[in-house]
């Protein structure tokens, strides 16, 4: 089983997102991503000349997702609608 991890930033804006992308998002991270391997649901996405880095889309927004594979840890980084300017920026 894989542990997942949030960030307290990835909360506190997970709570400004609208409402429906708000539901989606906190059923992917809360519910769907505790399970015996991620890579099977078909969210995650390789962010290019980022390794270890990964993005779940959620209509127009992003979740950024680090995680390591060794530990079979998935950190929840940033929900945000620019993902590589937000997610590596912040």
Not at 24 to 51: H, R, S, W
Not at 66 to 88: A, S
């Amino acid at each position: 089983m894989w542990k997942v991890e949030y960030k307290n930033r990835f909360l506190k804006e997970l709570s400004k997102l609208p409402e429906g992308v708000q539901a989606q998002a906190e059923k992917t991270v809360f519910e769907d991503l505790i399970c015996e391997n991620p890579f099977v649901l078909g969210y995650l996405e390789q962010m290019k000349g980022y390794p270890g880095k990964y993005k779940i889309r959620i209509g127009q927004y992003r979740i950024g997702v680090t995680i390591d594979k060794q530990k079979k840890v998935v950190c929840t980084e940033l929900p945000i609608e620019r993902i590589y300017t937000g997610f590596f920026h912040s």
